[in-house]
């Protein structure tokens, strides 16, 4: 694994260097105006209280902690999309990319060297966010520390994953600003970070259950809003796990085409 | 006069041979702003069906009414955000280098800046709105006090928006860095404006500072006369504030541009992109 | 088995991207080939030179053998290794460097560039250390080791891309331009790293503007034109080939009737072109053009006839004419076809 070793130093070398606050503050200024959002509209429009139903829905009362919950989950997927799926395109546009393909280096060390980079200083923003949430009054009950850890790996595997094709189709189409806003508000519809995927309409909710982000999402609230065993969230786990490495191997399989694409256009360019 | 009008026209026209029909068009004016609009209506939900709404929110009671309230500030924010996205291109011209010889020209900087955003609200925005108005009438969402009234909805959305956008243009002329555009005006701007939640809903602290945005105020006058059928009396108060406002920024505009100008010639900073 | 990168009909046919994609597609003519039909050999332990005008195929051949393109047909290898099928261990042993200075880390230093780099050749650890610290020194950057690349001037960007095109001690260097922009020390120290490499066994391919440089370097050129082969051999047979013309200028002190009967004449018997003109000081000037150099028998000529010889200049054909003949006749018959 040098490869690996050597893309997570190199970027977390990068990253120290030149922080990249402008997608910092693109990325929590969505998760926090989403939990004040949730907050203004629980106090002032609901009066301190959701209706029946949501407990049916979302497997909880607590509204505030499922939004929570949600956004920062969103805000963890945004970020790692950024960082792992736009690694590839970035190294393009700033003339490396063919550098690395002459290696005789393989993408999937590659790719996970930048994930876990991006998993380690995505963890570190989360904090903020969960920081700004407490100042703002949402209190979380403790979770079950086994099945949230279990969650957090299952919905890095579903994260790293899906983003894997997506950086075959940037660097395929020579764009990032459209795929990646064009993701982020189809999986902010139909994953169900803000709201039960049960509100929407049949066929968005079996979209929603080909993401994987779905059944991490459920993972995730299990753990942390009412402390589920593992046993208990076993078949979403397995569910994410297996999406996750799903869309991986399609990736993987595409890159290639993808790549040399790319070194196409660079050349007829 | 007339030569800053054939700026306008020649710079709408670049826009136009620039954008038409791109994708990013479609997809940031179209697509992505209904896929926000369905999860912001699906998260408010929850908080609807509770005891006593009827008299807290009385447009909440029916969703029909929620969702023109939320597709009305999904669609004036839509104006606004086209310029923020219209100013971003302009930064991509000064790292091009092209804005250099925009101000080789002796066309007025003013003119410039004004034509840059009618242009770009133009070609990005009358997709949305053929759109907004299909769905609002078919919909039946629409309750005016007076056909006059969707002129003044118009008037007060599409000037503050064009003065809006320029203003974000001078301040390019300053900084190089484009992107706290995106991350400063994005999400604060539909927070504090009250996109995504009636003002009475907010503290009396955002509540400030959201006035002293044009959309604010654009969109009470826009909700007030097209959805509530409120007639213009009821409006002065806000229309005063947004004339206020555009004056304001007008001001500000000239005065940046001139600043901006007389600096970037002393400190060659234009071409260092 | 020779050690050598042998290509067999090489073609490379660039997908047509001028066309939105959802407008069907015409009756539009296929694209041009970038690369038609290529066989070449390029032996270890000599450089061997690729010229060509500007979009003749020389970067898209090397970009083919450096494995970032696929060919759309035809085959080659790199000592017997399949450039497709092989293309992972070929990595190993090729690299290639390129003019211009984007192939480098902005934000990472010298050293921190190489380090990665050396990691993703597998260059063995107890290794790498001292091969980044020659290399360094090679390239002239040894001050600069743990300075950001961001704060490099162009050319010190361009060192360190030399570097790391090095770094895996490739048995095959593909160079495009490599001296492009470099100041005159560096490219000479360049050029003189590239000499020894091949006399150390490396097999060196070269695409360059500067012809002294090709000329200086290649034991063998080979020229194209629109994707196809039009000649090869040394640079000195392809000057030969071209039968360009020799120029002799010469300038005389005072106009005079018999000095110029006797230009017109040798002119004649020899079927030299010759024009007539005066210099900057109003003295008559003659040039003559001719397949051999025929500046001693216009001297002789001109001193029996009692001219008296200010200046005498004579240009022979250069490698450059050579390539600009046979490109423009290999262009030639394109421009009829099209």
């Not at chain 1, 009950?141 to 957090?152: E, H, M, R, S």
């Not at chain 1, 983003?163 to 189709?169: G, L, N, Y």
């Not at chain 2, 599409?158 to 400063?184: E, H, K, M, Q």
């Not at chain 3, 490599?178 to 050029?191: E, H, K, N, Q, S």
Request: proline share 6%.
């Amino acid at each position: 694994m040098p490869v690996a070793w050597a893309t997570l130093k190199r970027n977390w070398l990068v990253m120290q260097r030149a922080y990249p606050w402008t997608y910092f503050i693109g990325t929590l200024a969505p998760g926090v105006f989403t939990v004040v959002l949730a907050l203004l509209s629980y106090e002032a429009i609901g009066g301190g209280r959701v209706s029946d139903w949501f407990r049916g829905a979302s497997g909880t009362p607590d509204y505030l902690g499922y939004v929570t919950v949600g956004a920062a989950a969103l805000m963890f997927t945004t970020r790692m999309v950024l960082w792992v799926a736009k690694a590839q395109i970035t190294e393009q546009r700033e003339g490396t990319l063919e550098s690395q393909l002459l290696t005789p280096a393989r993408r999937l060390p590659y790719l996970l060297g930048v994930s876990l980079q991006a998993f380690l200083t995505s963890l570190l923003e989360l904090t903020c966010l969960f920081g700004t949430a407490l100042l703002l009054g949402v209190r979380l009950p403790a979770p079950d520390p086994v099945t949230l850890a279990a969650g957090v790996l299952a919905a890095l595997v579903a994260v790293v994953g899906l983003s894997i094709p997506v950086s075959a189709i940037m660097i395929a189409a020579g764009e990032a600003h459209i795929t990646q806003n064009t993701l982020f508000c189809l999986i902010g519809l139909v994953c169900g970070f803000t709201f039960p995927p049960a509100l929407l309409p049949a066929p968005l909710t079996w979209l929603g259950e080909l993401l994987p982000a779905t059944s991490a999402l459920r993972v995730l609230r299990a753990a942390s809003l009412h402390a589920a065993p593992l046993g208990e969230v076993a078949a979403d786990l397995l569910l994410c796990l297996g999406l996750g490495v799903a869309y991986a191997a399609v990736g993987l399989l595409f890159l290639p085409h993808a790549e040399r694409r790319a070194v196409i256009r660079g050349a007829s360019a | 006069m007339r030569h800053a009008l054939r700026v306008i026209a020649a710079e709408a026209l670049k826009q136009h041979r620039r954008s038409f029909g791109r994708p990013l068009v479609v997809a940031s004016m179209l697509l992505w702003p209904v896929l926000q609009l369905a999860a912001t209506y699906y998260t408010m939900l929850p908080v609807l069906d509770t005891p006593g709404i009827a008299s807290r929110w009385p447009d909440a009671a029916q969703p029909a009414r929620l969702l023109a309230f939320l597709a009305a500030g999904a669609f004036a924010y839509l104006f606004y955000f086209s310029l923020v996205q219209s100013a971003w291109h302009f930064s991509f011209e000064r790292i091009s280098g092209t804005i250099e010889l925009l101000f080789l020209s002796p066309a007025s900087r003013l003119a410039l800046v004004f034509a840059n955003g009618t242009g770009a609200l133009v070609q990005n925005t009358w997709l949305a709105g053929c759109f907004a108005v299909a769905a609002a009438s078919a919909g039946g969402a629409l309750h005016v006090a007076h056909p006059g009234m969707y002129a003044v909805a118009a008037l007060a959305l599409v000037v503050p928006a064009i003065v809006w956008g320029a203003f974000l243009n001078s301040l390019l002329v300053f900084s190089r860095d484009s992107a706290f555009l995106y991350t400063l005006l994005d999400d604060p701007l539909w927070f504090v404006s009250g996109v995504r939640l009636p003002l009475f809903a907010m503290p009396l602290a955002i509540k400030a500072v959201g006035l002293a945005f044009p959309l604010t105020s654009s969109l009470i006058v826009l909700r007030g006369a097209l959805l509530d059928a409120q007639p213009l009396s009821a409006l002065l108060e806000p229309l005063a504030l947004l004339t206020g406002l555009c004056a304001l920024l007008f001001a500000a505009t000239a005065a940046l541009l001139r600043l901006g100008e007389a600096r970037a010639q002393r400190t060659g900073s234009m071409q260092l992109y | 088995m020779t050690r050598a990168i042998v290509t067999h009909d090489l073609v490379k046919v660039y997908p047509r991207r001028d066309r939105p994609w959802w407008r069907p597609a015409g009756k539009r003519p296929p694209a041009a080939p970038a690369v038609d039909g290529l066989s070449l050999t390029i032996p270890a332990g000599q450089v061997t030179g690729l010229l060509g005008l500007n979009g003749a195929g020389k970067t898209t051949t090397i970009r083919m053998l450096s494995t970032l393109l696929r060919p759309t047909t035809g085959s080659a290898t790199v000592d017997g290794l399949d450039l497709v099928r092989d293309a992972r261990e070929i990595r190993r042993r090729i690299n290639m460097i390129a003019g211009g200075e984007r192939m480098v880390y902005a934000r990472l230093t010298a050293r921190e560039n190489l380090w990665y780099f050396g990691q993703l050749y597998d260059v063995p650890r107890a290794r790498l250390t001292a091969r980044i610290d020659e290399l360094l020194a090679l390239v002239g950057l040894s001050h600069a080791a743990d300075q950001r690349v961001e704060q490099f001037s162009k050319g010190m960007r361009q060192r360190l891309s030399i570097a790391r095109g090095l770094i895996n001690e490739p048995s095959y260097l593909l160079l495009d331009e490599p001296t492009l922009g470099l100041d005159a020390p560096i490219a000479r120290d360049l050029r003189a790293v590239v000499a020894e490499l091949a006399r150390g066994g490396v097999g060196v391919l070269l695409t360059s503007h500067y012809l002294a440089e090709v000329e200086q370097l290649c034991a063998e050129v080979h020229v194209i034109a629109a994707g196809r082969l039009v000649a090869r051999g040394t640079p000195a047979e392809l000057t030969a080939l071209t039968e360009r013309q020799h120029t002799v200028e010469i300038t005389l002190a005072a106009a005079g009737a018999s000095a110029d009967q006797a230009v017109q004449a040798l002119a004649a018997r020899t079927g030299a072109q010759v024009t007539a003109d005066t210099d900057e000081q109003l003295r008559p000037r003659y040039v003559l053009r001719h397949r051999h150099d025929l500046a001693g028998d216009l001297a002789t000529t001109v001193v029996a006839a009692g001219g008296a010889i200010v200046r005498l200049e004579v240009t022979p054909p250069t490698l450059e004419d050579a390539i600009l003949a046979l490109a423009d006749g290999a262009r030639q018959p394109e421009a009829v076809a099209a």
